[in-house]
């Protein structure tokens, strides 16, 4: 059974701070997509990773996917306020068992002024 | 629209009740996917759409839970005699071409629905 595993789950931070948010899961995998959500509202797509090796970036935010190790870290560089949010980490399942996309718990990021 | 609508926004029910949530999708998207969110947790797949055919309906946690896209557009969840633990926010979402391997999902803003 594919599991998808994000740390932190709480992310508290003062704005000009780096961090990095990992997502790790469990069985292969060669699609792994970030979103972000913002209280009450529905996911916005972030990024979509389709190869080891992968990197992508967008503003403060950098994806990267390491297919070997199972792993994904979205980074944040020199925080601002509004990227505070809940950030998912889906991982495509497909032809494995569950045959599905699955999603992390989520990251609850807030960005302190 | 230029998105993915969900209908109602918000639906309170008595434990019991029939509800119907309603999802219309980005126009000509090929896909539409069912997601249950529950308080704090990320999405869990329920159902998925391919034109009018369900093509997996795994997720859906139990029988009184249904849904349908008879025309291929327009998609409804439709739970039957709700209980607490269906309160949830219902996310539906599209992608333009078929099958699962698509690139972005694009979510409508979801039915958040308590059951009391």
């Known amino acids: 059974e594919l599991k998808v595993e994000q740390n932190p789950l709480f992310l508290s931070m003062q704005e000009g701070k780096n961090y990095t948010i990992y997502c790790n899961y469990s069985t292969t995998s060669d699609r792994l997509y970030w979103y972000r959500q913002d209280p009450g509202k529905s996911l916005e797509s972030l990024f979509v990773?389709?190869?080891?090796?992968a990197v992508k970036q967008e503003g403060r935010l950098m994806a990267s996917l390491d297919t070997k190790a199972r792993l994904s870290t979205l980074h944040i560089t020199a925080a601002v306020h509004d990227l505070s949010a809940t950030y998912f980490c889906?991982?495509?399942?497909?032809?494995?068992?569950?045959?599905?996309?699955?999603f992390g718990k989520g990251t609850r990021l807030h960005i302190l002024p | 629209g230029a998105g993915v609508s969900q209908s109602p926004r918000y639906k309170v029910a008595k434990r019991g009740q029939d509800v119907a949530l309603r999802c219309d999708p980005i126009?000509?998207?090929?896909?539409l996917f069912w997601y249950q969110q529950a308080l704090g947790q990320g999405p869990e797949f329920l159902t998925y759409f391919q034109n009018e055919a369900q093509l997996d309906k795994s997720g859906l946690p139990s029988d009184r839970f249904f849904a349908e896209r008879p025309e291929g557009s327009v998609s409804t969840l439709k739970i039957q005699r709700t209980q607490q633990e269906d309160s949830a926010v219902y996310l539906c979402a599209s992608t333009q071409v078929g099958g699962r391997r698509t690139d972005t999902q694009y979510f409508g803003p979801g039915t958040r629905l308590t059951v009391l």
């Open positions: 990773l389709l190869s080891n090796g």
């Open positions: 126009s000509g998207h090929v896909s």
């Open positions: 889906a991982v495509d399942s497909i032809g494995n068992r569950d045959d599905k996309i699955i």
